[in-house]
């Protein structure tokens, strides 16, 4: 089960990071404000996939390890 966890964990952070790099890759990571309207929100959802890639991943691979 444990070994599970850490699969699971690294599983997960490494598809946050993906998704985060491939919406600001979309976006082109501008933080304008000027063309696109909405581009500030994608640019927005884009950091915080990959923030929470470096959160995500780490916290279940922990808690999988103490069980």
């Known amino acids: 089960m444990k070994k599970f966890a850490v ?3 690294v ?3 490494a598809i946050c990071l993906l998704a985060g790099i ?4 979309r976006t082109g990571l501008t933080f ?3 063309g696109r ?3 500030i929100v ?3 959802m884009g950091l915080y996939f ?3 890639a470096c959160f995500v991943g780490p916290m279940l691979i922990v ?3 103490k069980q």
Request: aromatic share 8%.
């Open 11 to 13: 599983l997960a952070s």
């Open 32 to 34: 304008s404000l000027e």
């Open 22 to 25: 491939w919406i600001l890759s």
């Open 42 to 44: 994608w640019e927005a």
């Open 63 to 65: 808690a999988g390890l």
């Open 7 to 9: 699969i699971m964990g």
């Open 50 to 52: 990959i923030g929470k």
């Open 37 to 39: 309207d909405d581009a």
